[in-house]
């Protein structure tokens, strides 16, 4: 594995004295770049609020380092002057592996600065048994890291996207008796951190991926939104005032615990990851002799599957509607975002029903707010755990991504 990378001053961590300051000022600089995408330096000054004079620094420093660089000038319509010559991340200047350790499969990949992927490894399995993930997961990262070649020393990390309870919900599986009961004595960051020098982060896999539609995705045009995964268990995330909140559990925005109706004579009630979990797809599919895996691809809009596709629809986005009903009641949200690992003709399908599902709810006293169709895809978890990482070193909030540390 590759050693892990000196630091530049750029990303040393925040202190209070005159450096620490201009480090702190270098993270913001790069952040809005990030969030804003290419930006002459007038710009940056604006969004930044920090001088013209202090920018110029920053952003000739930052190139040094090989984190920025100048694009072709540009000349802005009706502007008198000099055209402006706007500033963007380097893809190069760093990189950062994302792992995304799941139900259903394991994906590994690189991503670049500027948010690219630049290779990926993926194995799909039945069920997640650690005695054979870890060996298959170290063989993959291995092969990553080699695969970028010299940008093997630009690595700023490791970041892991994980369910928190990886071995919870053994029941909706068909697995060896206690396959599943492993989990609850390993911690996957230690486990993973035995495997390199590189440091590793760790946080909830629907956590990553909102942090990853966030950064890249509807999230720099949204100030507070929900965000629902559609995986092998929907889940999600939340973010408030334009921040990711993780919560003091690191388990905010869980929407599939959300229960679905209220206890009555001794039963408890159901939950909207019973209901509206790919999982119940891929059964329903499994029953009728067709491939479990169809659930995830175009096949599940096929004339041979598309009748249980709509049945699945038909109990999925009403219960859906009412989860986000019931959180807008309490959130005051903006949006809310739906992605997930199922084909983007039907994430359509379900994000148009939702929508009339949520006509028929009476909205006195609360705003409605609006679906939107995720930006990400299926790769939103392992590209969520690569940011890490680059947060961790290079923007000036990164905790706000992380799962807290135990007591």
Known sequence: MSERPARKASVHSVGSNQLGMRQFNERIVLQAIRLHGSLPKADI????????QTVSLIVDHLIEDGLLAKEPRSRVRGRIGQPSVPISLRADGAFSIGVKVGRRSLDVLSMDFAGNVRSRETLEYPYPDPHALFPALEERLARVVAALEDGASKIAGIGVAAPLWLGGWRDFFDTPPDALAAWNDIDIRERIQAMTALPVEFAKDTTAACAAELVMGQGRGLRNFLYVFIGTFIGGGLVIDGRLHAGPGGNAGAIGSFPLTGAANG???????????VYVLEKAFAAAGAPAAAAHDERA????????????????CPALAMSIASSAALLDLDAVVIDGEIDRNLLRDVIRRTEDALAAFDWQGMTRPRLVEGLIGPDARAMGGAILPLYAHFAPKHELFLKPLEA
């Not at 000054?45 to 013209?52: F, G, N, P, V, W």
């Not at 039963?267 to 909207?272: K, V, Y």
């Not at 809009?301 to 999925?316: F, G, H, I, V, Y």
């Open 301 to 316: 809009l096929s004339p041979e599957l598309r009748a249980l596709s709509e049945a699945w629809m038909d109990k999925t």
């Open 267 to 277: 039963h408890h009630a159901g939950q909207l990851l019973n209901t509206a979990s």
């Open 45 to 52: 000054a604006r969004l930044t609020r920090l001088s013209m």
